[in-house]
């Protein structure tokens, strides 16, 4: 490999790296820490965004996976937005002030969240979700517990034995649980196995377990199932949910509020 080549290629190198470290950077600094000319930095610059690895913004760039992560997550989110607010906002009345309660990671959950932190009530919430408790955190109201454990790649929350290990030593009143998929012969899906595993404990652990999700989920099995019908004291989804698929589910005991 030619040794301009070979440069060029250890360059980009350190650019990932650096854009990997921070949000973003200007095009001047990573010029300056790399005792290049702007011009060469932008010349880097479109290579790894030809490769994915680079994002541009105003100035500069930013790391890609980042922004792809965040965007995934806000895209999901918004997916039954109208919904799934209504949802939460029903979920609430499950609530009883001072109570402790689960909530699981989710953009259901999340929802359920914000309508908990403009209420003056009362609460201990417990969380593995970085985003969920990024809502709550400065609530007076609000006593969270932040569940321990490792950060998961790609997902804003936390995961594995150190967050299992915490969750069996709390009892909640009620625990709050979305899913992917919720189905009357098999019960309750979560998306992958670290996430069944906690809202496994999770529901373990409460006195109440109550499934929250739009009417899409209902009907199908998910990934990994961590509940089966009978471990699920209600489910919270909303009017557009198909009668046959209602029937199937309360035929097997299930109570569904829909709203």
């Not at 070979?6 to 790399?34: C, F, M, P, W, Y």
């Not at 979305?178 to 992958?192: C, E, L, Q, T």
Request: net charge neutral; with cysteine.
């Amino acid at each position: 490999m030619p040794r301009s080549s070979a440069d060029g290629q250890k360059r980009r190198l350190i650019l990932a790296k650096l854009l990997e470290d921070h949000e973003n950077v200007s095009t001047s600094e990573l010029a300056s820490q790399l005792d290049v000319s702007e011009m060469t930095v932008r010349r880097d610059l479109k290579q790894l965004q030809k490769e994915g690895i680079a994002l541009p913004c105003y100035g500069g760039a930013m790391v890609a996976r980042r922004i792809t992560f965040e965007f995934d997550f806000e895209e999901h989110r918004r997916s039954h937005l109208v919904e799934k607010q209504r949802i939460g906002k029903a979920a609430v009345e499950e609530i009883e002030p001072g109570q402790t309660i689960f909530l699981d990671t989710g953009t259901t959950t999340l929802e359920l969240a914000r309508v908990l932190a403009n209420l003056s009530m009362e609460l201990t919430v417990v969380t593995a979700s970085l985003v969920i408790a990024s809502e709550l955190w400065a609530r007076g109201n609000t006593r969270l517990q932040l569940l321990g454990g490792q950060v998961r790649g790609g997902n804003p929350d936390l995961a594995g034995p150190l967050t299992e290990l915490m969750l069996e030593k709390i009892t909640a009143d009620v625990a709050f649980l979305g899913s992917d998929g919720v189905s009357a012969s098999r019960g309750s899906f979560a998306g992958d196995l670290e996430t069944a595993r906690i809202a496994e404990r999770m529901v373990a652990c409460a006195d109440r377990a109550v499934v929250v999700c739009d009417s899409s989920k209902l009907g199908r099995n998910g990934p990994v199932r961590y509940a089966v019908l009978s471990d699920i004291d209600l489910l919270i989804t909303d009017k557009k949910v198909n009668r046959n698929v209602a029937r199937q589910l309360t035929s097997r005991g299930l109570k569904i509020k829909k709203v």
